[in-house]
């Protein structure tokens, strides 16, 4: 879950959203769109028509629409200030196939369900033959919709710095002045808009946007942190609910949301790591030059005595002013381990580090400052959903601790964040979820996920009870359905989607 973030930033993140949001014509207003529930929204204003024009990518679906959707800034007001949502559609090409609406809810908090659509669009389609018009959209602070600027300085937004990495002593002194700082600055310019970031308001613009799309009920694909708005809206709108997939499912403890999902990263990375240890340690590698041990058993240990050697003498980067320290090869660590794909970029970072005439290259995510609304909004929505601590001896306590039992992540993920010193307490109180409601949610996990782990998903598969059914999938990695070819996972969601089959039971599903 982003921001904190669970997913590689900006890897695929923002991918094509400016060519998508500048597109092209308006088409006529969508006939009929009137929801039977009146269309009114809880603040009881009247749901807009939304008027599409055409926006399609060349990687993206064919015909691809976009579409902008006013929502108040505050509900309690709703003829008051307004934002505008970024929305986009894929209209089914099959219409005596198609069955209602599948709604993208992006991951984050920081995703783009519009960048989603667009790069897996075609895929769904392909999957989905005609069932439904896939839609999604840009959260409240995110890509093409309204946002908000906290105003940060560009050393606070990198993502080894917006990530409260402790020093290399262990120490958290820069940690709170940094968040501390933060906090000021969110409140001194974020304004309204900021305070209006969270998940509460993500899923009153979810129903506004059902409303607008003239649909009784809508069926939902929602990963990472998505899994925790749908479920959200689930328990707060069973009626409106048809077919609900989770993917990459975190823990939804109401007390600790995001607080909660960041400490269960320690531990989902030691879970993880063997995976890329062995991939590692594979006599494939050598032909590569990746290879970098004979033994999967010592390549932890390589890695956490590289990354001491490098807390001592950062070694110079391909970017000026920007070396390889301790700090940024332990983000590295965890931006890989969502992804097989990314090992390689990885043991080509660790073998340059040790190469004394190479130049160790760093990815994009950890070679520039992160846009500022983008960190407005990765650190914005996990403070005002929910109360964190305040005390920062109780964050200086956890950390020692955690730095002893998972050094993987240094104490990371234990450590003070801005919420520590956030102005504004949580508008609404976190939602509990609960076995309440229609049995027509699948859950879908991999065993060793870095960000969202298997042993959180069970306790959002134990709240939801009765209602959900669960895949696992012996994989590692974050993100599942349509994300590495395991039949067995794909064609179990396929078919709950497209043709209604649910699992009489939690099934497993081997690598």
């Not at 075609?122 to 946002?147: I, W």
């Not at 975190?250 to 007390?255: A, E, K, N, S």
């Not at 970098?292 to 070694?315: C, F, N, S, T």
């Not at 909004?377 to 005390?391: G, H, K, Q, T, Y």
Request: proline share 8%; net charge positive.
């Amino acid at each position: 879950m982003r921001s904190y973030r669970g997913i590689r930033y900006q890897r695929a993140l923002l991918l094509g959203l400016s060519g998508v949001m500048a597109a092209a014509t308006l088409n006529a207003v969508a006939p009929g769109a009137r929801a039977a529930d009146g269309g009114r929204d809880e603040g009881g204003a009247a749901a807009p028509r939304l008027a599409w024009r055409a926006c399609a990518q060349p990687a993206g679906p064919a015909g691809q629409e976009c579409a902008d959707l006013p929502v108040p800034v505050d509900y309690r007001d709703p003829s008051g200030p307004q934002l505008t949502l970024a929305v986009t559609r894929a209209r089914s090409d099959r219409p005596a196939a198609r069955r209602g609406v599948l709604l993208l809810i992006p991951g984050g908090p920081g995703g783009s369900g519009v960048g989603q659509l667009t790069r897996q669009g075609p895929a769904l389609q392909r999957a989905m033959a005609g069932a439904y018009d896939l839609v999604s959209f840009d959260p409240r602070g995110v890509g093409g919709s309204s946002k908000a600027d906290c105003g940060l300085a560009a050393a606070d937004r990198d993502l080894v710095t917006l990530r409260s990495w402790p020093a290399a002593d262990g120490g958290i002194a820069q940690n709170i002045a940094r968040s501390r700082r933060i906090a000021a600055a969110c409140a001194r310019n974020g304004g309204p808009v900021l305070r209006s970031l969270s998940t509460a308001n993500e899923v009153r613009d979810i129903e506004r946007l059902r409303q607008a799309l003239g649909e009784r009920k809508l069926s939902a694909w929602g990963t990472s942190y998505g899994t925790y708005v749908g479920a959200v809206y689930a328990q707060q709108h069973p009626e409106r609910t048809d077919r609900w997939v989770l993917d990459s499912s975190g823990d939804p403890d109401p007390t600790r949301v995001a607080r909660g999902w960041l400490a269960n990263m320690a531990r989902a990375a030691d879970e993880r790591f063997p995976d890329f240890a062995a991939w590692a340690a594979d006599p494939a590698r050598a032909k590569d030059g990746l290879r970098l041990a004979e033994h999967a058993a010592d390549i932890r240990p390589l890695v956490l005595r590289l990354a001491a050697a490098l807390d001592r003498a950062p070694k110079p980067s391909n970017v000026p002013g920007r070396p390889l320290t301790g700090t940024v090869l332990r983000q590295e660590v965890q931006l890989a381990l969502y992804g097989d794909e990314s090992f390689a970029e990885l043991a080509g970072m660790v073998q340059a580090a040790r190469d004394p005439a190479a130049t160790p290259v760093l990815p994009g995510a950890l070679a520039a400052p992160m846009p500022d609304p983008d960190a407005t909004v990765s650190a914005a929505v996990i403070c005002n959903d929910v109360a964190w601590p305040r005390d920062p001896e109780g964050y200086r306590r956890a950390v020692a601790a955690d730095r002893v039992r998972y050094p993987l992540t240094a104490g990371l993920t234990a450590n003070i964040t801005p919420c520590a010193f956030w102005k504004d307490r949580p508008a609404d109180p976190p939602v509990r979820i609960t076995d309440r409601g229609p049995a027509n949610i699948v859950m879908i996990q991999n065993l060793r996920d870095p960000a969202t782990p298997f042993f959180g998903a069970r306790k959002m598969r134990a709240a939801l009870g009765k209602r959900a059914r669960m895949v696992v999938v012996d994989h590692g990695g974050h993100g599942v359905y349509l994300a590495h070819g395991n039949a067995c996972g794909d064609r179990a969601v396929t078919g709950f989607l497209r043709d209604g089959r649910r699992p009489q039971r939690d099934v497993y599903c081997a690598a």
